[in-house]
């Protein structure tokens, strides 16, 4: 499936992207603040798109022919935290490069929409890191609300603070 906003393509993630993948996903600026590691090479970008990426719903978000980040609805048991029956987990991040350009709210918005419109989610959770303003930033324009204080454990096994946001229909 193939969606479209106004500056922004929404596409199923392709092997062929997994060279521009790596470039923005082995930025340590991108991965640690999202929960997951830097990655240290294309091939491990290329497992990443044939396994994670290929879930149902993770689009990446393409700009001008370049996959710039990616969003993506998380259904149980593949999100971060049970949520219940008729929700979904929101996730995104953008490339740094393109930091500070309005495209996760844009991309975020759109399948916001066809969660509540085709999918019948009834709510969608979103989490990110105390630290993390940027995000908090994004899930505000979207309209999410304070859901509660969360612990989680990243991919070192260390515990960390999360803020989780809720979104109604």
């Known amino acids: 499936m193939i969606f479209k906003t106004e500056r922004l393509t929404l596409r199923q993630w392709k092997e062929e992207d997994a060279e521009c993948l790596f470039h923005f996903a082995q930025n340590p600026k991108v991965g640690p603040i999202a929960g997951w ?5 294309v091939e491990e970008s290329l497992n990443i798109i044939k396994t994670v990426f290929s879930k149902k719903e993770t689009y990446a978000i393409v700009l001008d022919d ?9 259904f149980h048991p593949d999100c971060n935290h049970y949520w219940g029956d008729d929700s979904a987990e929101l996730g995104y991040w953008i490339g740094e490069e393109y930091w500070g350009n309005g495209y996760a709210v844009e991309a975020s918005e759109l399948l916001v929409k066809r969660a ?32 509660n204080d969360l612990t989680n454990v990243n991919y070192l096994g260390e515990e960390f603070s999360e803020i989780a946001m809720l979104l109604k229909k």
């Open 116 to 147: 509540f419109d085709d999918l019948g989610v009834k709510q969608i959770y979103a989490t990110y890191r105390c630290e993390n303003n940027q995000s908090c930033r994004v899930l505000e324009k979207l309209g999410f609300k304070y859901f």
């Open 66 to 74: 370049i996959p710039i980040g990616c969003v993506g609805l998380l």
């Open 37 to 41: 590691p830097p990655h240290e090479s």
